[in-house]
């Protein structure tokens, strides 16, 4: 496309006079503005000065009659006035303001005030005449938004001459003097304009006609055409380069003619194509005969190239000319079929060279074209047999076959097809693929087969059945495409079989429980919806409508303000906010509103929005729930009247529960003082029995004596944790600032003798950590934890125990490990139950109560407590604390 520029340019014989034309009328035209630009300031002048001589003259005049007290002498004085050109208004104020003389009769003896008022165009007129009461001199302004002067000049005995002058008039007169001196000034430049137009064309243009004449002649091929121009200027020069240039082509001219006469002997067909849809030919060797066409055929432009390319080439060769003619090479080939002028089909080999302009555009398409049809059939017969090979040894997964155009019977099929029928590859090849395939299945294959035969199609698809050799029905999807010899005749059909029987299936339980899902929102009155800000798209399940109270027919609302008309109007503001504050991200907000009451009854609703961003930056997928909670609501108001009752109730209960807890302190003390004191006497007169006379007792007697103090020992010992374990559920956590490192030092250092005794391998894991814990309750569980797993790994003959604390996001993690007996993890549970133990008491000394400790600690402190372990490899207890 030609610059706009280039296509503005006009011939000099033109452009020369056009410009001095332009510059006339650039000058004539800027003298005139300057004129207009300082109009109105003359007129305003000339007009002030006219008004103002005028005023001055009939102020004496006014006086001096005005002495006379004479009022009609006056009132013709003022009428006098109105004979001067422009005068508009005229009026004599007396010193009240009212008229007393006016061109206007009906104006004399109104107020001034009330004669403005009925006037528009003296709306800023009394501005002027009282703005300044005490002047005395004659005062001339101009009204901004009129054309109109206004001069006021005093009178005796405190009386107003007010005179108003319309500019309208003189404005006219001299506007029209400039127009006629710019027309004058106009008339005068175009005459010197085109008398130095005539000048130069009797000098210049004829001889520059007489040069472009030649040079025409020269471009349409009369290279003997000379310009021959005589002398020293510009044209003489260009004319004698013209000259030369011409004697050049001439002899280029029979060279390029020998070259084309050699192309058109050889077998190479030279093309050149324009760049347009089809490639019509702008130029073909002669060679192209040998395909059956003439030059002349290309040429005319009725048979485009691109419609000798066989169709299952056309649309690789245009995507590859596409991508070339964008991003180049600009030198490269391309192999495809050319059909000859009898239908037959030749394979060429395409070399083409593509030429730019500097600024890349493609300026030509030119080719060599080659036929090299005998060297495609040997290297199509090695590619088909290759890829007949490929299809059925290298896809597996999927059934394959190859049936005759004329037949249904299979000439050859793969072990996956027999594996998706049923029967062996020689039963396949027995029968026919028409009575395996059922009505009205039958009848669609065979159609589409047919279309096939006819050269309609070269490939179609489709879902049918197959009976399996078991009678029942498998679901598949077939893909059969045309194999063609060289000639384009079908060769044999090639067949692709998927069983899609299972996919069916799965696509039939998606559907059902869609069914289910719309019944389970139904049932819980769940709607939900999604909305796509790339697409704009709203769905909106069944529910949806029915809990708004939409027609399902009229489809989602379009906006948000369709939405909101569905809500209660005291909601609509608030959820206009929250609708537009959804966060880009993946967290979920909710918010309750109201139904409108203008579709029906009352209705609360949950609404849940959460966002998810898509592909495309920028956009997101929101997706939603609306849940009816009205009878949520309902039960809400009804809990909150119950719970105002029941507030009542919990003071009364709180202060029995009060005298109950100091009942069972009371309670405890006498389980403390009142047990103990029978057990300490049986164990004091055992030892004294043991001590004087055990020598008395024989073995039988000792051993009973000696089982008495050690169930009055452990009878002690499940007292004192009874207790341990009621004060715990009784008394009060202080929560305060926990150094666990530093505690558990305290408490290792508690069992230095347990761990010295038993020679056990102690390893620490503890990272800094503080905790707001009871610190007295956390000692507890340190100290039980810790004496367990001494007690459990004392047998091992190397014990070992490790404590550690680590952090986990917001969780602070402490365990104790050991390697020890461990326990069956179907006992978990069990062993944080009060008196429950898994070893015996011969073995393990204990009371059963120390782990029951442990867990109603960490449950009164806000933990969590947990064990793993398998049996005789040991176990870890793990405590789990909020930051």
């Known amino acids: 496309m030609k610059p706009l520029l280039a296509r503005m340019t006009l011939p000099g014989r033109w452009l020369a006079p056009l410009m001095l034309l332009l510059f006339a009328l650039t000058a004539s035209v800027v003298s005139h503005v300057v004129q207009l630009r300082n109009l109105d300031m003359q007129v305003m002048d000339q007009e002030t000065r006219r008004l103002r001589e005028r005023i001055s003259v009939e102020q004496s005049r006014l006086d001096s009659s005005s002495a006379l007290e004479n009022p009609t002498l006056v009132r013709r004085l003022v009428g006098g006035l109105g ?61 901004p938004s009129t054309q109109q002067l206004v001069g006021v000049a005093p009178i005796t005995n405190g009386r107003r001459l007010v005179t108003v002058v319309d500019l309208s008039l003189p404005r006219a007169v001299r506007l029209a003097d400039l127009r006629e001196d710019a027309l004058r000034e106009g008339v005068l430049l175009l005459g010197v304009a ?20 030649t040079l025409q002649r020269m471009g349409n091929g009369e290279l003997q055409a000379r310009v021959a121009l005589q002398g020293r200027d510009e044209l003489a020069m260009i004319g004698t380069e013209a000259d030369r240039m011409a004697e050049r082509l001439q002899a280029g001219q029979v060279q390029l003619r020998h070259l084309v006469d050699l192309v058109d002997r050889s077998p190479v067909v030279v093309v050149e194509w324009h760049n347009e849809p089809g490639w019509p030919v702008s130029y073909v060797s002669q060679s192209v005969d040998q395909w059956g066409y003439q030059p002349d055929d290309l040429l005319r432009g009725d048979l485009p190239y691109a419609r000798l390319i066989h169709p299952d080439d056309i649309e690789r060769v245009t995507a590859e000319a596409a991508r070339y003619f964008k991003d180049g090479p600009d030198e490269h080939r391309q192999e495809y079929r050319l059909r000859c002028a009898n239908g037959n089909w030749v394979w060429v080999d395409d070399r083409t060279t593509l030429s730019r302009n500097e600024l890349g555009a493609l300026t030509r398409i030119s080719g060599v074209l080659l036929d090299i049809t005998v060297q495609k059939k040997a290297q199509l017969a090695q590619q088909e047999q290759a890829e007949f090979l490929r299809l059925f040894y290298e896809l597996p997964f999927i059934g394959m076959a190859i049936s005759a155009p004329g037949s249904t019977r299979w000439l050859q099929v793969n072990s996956q097809l027999c594996t998706i029928l049923g029967y062996s590859r020689e039963e396949l090849l027995r029968m026919t ?17 047919d279309a096939m035969l006819a050269n309609r199609t070269d490939n179609y698809s489709m879902r049918k059945r197959f009976v399996r050799k078991d009678g029942s029905f498998v679901h598949t999807e077939i893909d059969v495409r045309a194999v063609r010899n060289p000639d384009g005749t079908l060769k044999h059909l090639f067949s692709t079989i998927k069983d899609i029987t299972e996919r069916l299936q799965a696509e039939a ?63 609509q503001p608030r959820i206009d906010r929250f609708m537009r504050a959804i966060p880009d991200a993946a967290s979920m907000s909710t918010a309750e509103f109201r139904r409108h009451p203008d579709l029906g009854p009352m209705r609360w609703f949950r609404g849940s929005v959460q966002s998810q961003p898509m592909d495309t930056p920028g956009f997101y997928s929101y997706s939603g729930t609306l849940l009816d909670i009205t009878q949520l609501k309902q039960a809400q108001t009804t809990l909150e009247q119950n719970n105002a009752v029941l507030e009542q109730r919990v003071t009364e209960r709180t202060a029995q529960l009060r005298g109950l807890n100091e009942e069972l302190e009371a309670f405890s003390y006498t389980v403390s003082h009142d047990l103990k004191a029978p057990l300490r006497g049986i164990d004091g007169y055992s030892q004294l029995l043991e001590e004087e006379h055990g020598n008395q007792l024989n073995e039988e007697g000792r051993q009973f004596l000696t089982r008495i103090r050690r169930g009055v020992l452990q009878m002690g010992d499940l007292i004192s944790g009874l207790l341990d374990y009621s004060r715990m559920e009784r008394r009060t956590m202080e929560h305060q600032h926990v150094d666990v490192p530093a505690l558990v030092a305290q408490v290792i250092e508690g069992h230095s003798a347990d761990i010295d005794s038993t020679h056990v391998r102690l390893s620490l894991q503890l990272e800094p950590m503080v905790l707001q814990l009871d610190r007295e309750g956390m000692a507890v569980v340190l100290r039980n934890l810790v004496g367990n797993a001494i007690k459990f790994s004392r047998t091992r003959e190397l014990p070992e125990v490790e404590i550690g604390a680590r952090t986990e996001g917001l969780r602070r993690i402490l365990w104790v490990r050991d390697n020890g007996v461990g326990f069956d993890m179907k006992y978990h549970d069990r062993i944080f139950g009060i008196f429950q133990r898994l070893q015996r008491a011969e073995d393990y000394q204990g009371t059963g109560l120390g782990l029951a400790l442990v867990a109603k600690a960490v449950q009164r402190m806000g933990g969590r407590v947990w064990a793993e372990s398998q049996p005789g490899q040991g176990a870890t207890f793990f405590l789990e604390f909020p930051a």
């Open 509 to 571: 339980a998606i559907g059902r429980q869609k069914d289910l899902l719309e019944l389970a929102e139904s049932m819980a009155g769940l709607g939900s919806w999604v909305y796509d800000t790339r697409s704009r798209s709203i769905w909106w399940s069944r529910q949806m409508y029915r809990n708004t109270g939409r027609d399902e027919a009229m489809g989602p609302p379009s906006d948000l303000a369709s939405y909101l008309a569905y809500i209660h109007p005291d909601d």
């Open 194 to 213: 085109a008398l130095l137009a005539l000048v130069m064309h009797l000098v210049w243009f004829r001889r520059a006609r007489h040069l472009t004449s």
């Open 83 to 143: 004979l001067y050109s422009g005068m508009r208004h005229i009026y004599l104020l007396q010193r009240d303001g009212w008229v007393e003389a006016s061109l206007v009769r009906s104006d004399i003896g109104q107020a001034f005030g009330e004669v403005l008022r009925l006037r528009a165009d003296l709306t800023e007129v009394d501005k002027v005449v009282f703005g300044d009461l005490s002047s005395v001199g004659i005062r001339v302004l101009h009204l």
């Open 433 to 449: 693929w028409a009575e395996m395939t059922p009505q009205p299945d039958l009848d669609q294959n065979l159609a589409l087969r």
